[in-house]
């Protein structure tokens, strides 16, 4: 699993509708926080992306993307997204699981997917990571606000 402080990996995604997603096209703009869920079928992981939709302008307030990684491929995705009414992009792997990419597959009697948060500044640095196997812990909502409050007074397009 990726650590504070580290440089974030080249993620190259896909959103839904097949377009790449490439998290190094968001620096210099604004900070991404990225929900890797366990599932789209996972009633926990869906608790917390809930909260993530009913805290959506705190985290525009503060510069952040919110973008949602799912396991699954596009059209699952997409149909979740479309009956979730998810107004984040959703992201899935173009190549492997996008989980594989920050380490998030634990192997316990051959591989558990695991479910976590990523959240990246403006530079391309990982300010938060937090991964779990059990989806009820893989939510850190104190942790990311933490972060983001560190994020805040840094020179960026947002800053007041």
């Known amino acids: 699993m990726l650590t504070s402080g580290s440089t974030a990996p080249a993620m190259e995604l896909e959103d839904t509708a097949g377009q790449p997603w490439r998290?190094?096209?968001?620096r210099g703009g604004h900070g991404v926080l990225l929900y890797f869920m366990r599932s789209t079928?996972?009633?926990i992981c869906n608790r917390h992306v809930r909260d993530l939709v009913a805290r959506r302008a705190e985290f525009e307030a503060d510069n952040?993307?919110?973008a949602i990684v799912v396991p699954e491929g596009r059209d699952l995705?997409?149909?979740?997204?479309t009956e979730c009414g998810i107004p984040f992009p959703v992201l899935v792997g173009s190549a492997g699981t996008p989980h594989e990419s920050?380490?998030?597959t634990r192997k316990v009697?051959?591989?558990m997917q695991q479910s976590g948060?990523?959240?990246v500044d403006t530079d391309g640095i990982v300010r938060h990571a937090h991964g779990a196997t059990l989806p009820v812990n893989s939510y850190d909502r104190k942790g990311i606000g933490a972060a983001v409050r560190s994020l805040r007074g840094r020179s960026s397009p947002a800053s007041p």
């Open 23 to 26: 998290l190094s096209d968001h």
């Open 41 to 43: 079928s996972c009633p």
């Open 64 to 66: 952040i993307l919110i």
């Open 77 to 81: 995705g997409l149909a979740w997204q």
């Open 102 to 104: 920050i380490g998030l």
């Open 109 to 111: 009697f051959g591989s």
């Open 117 to 119: 948060t990523l959240l």
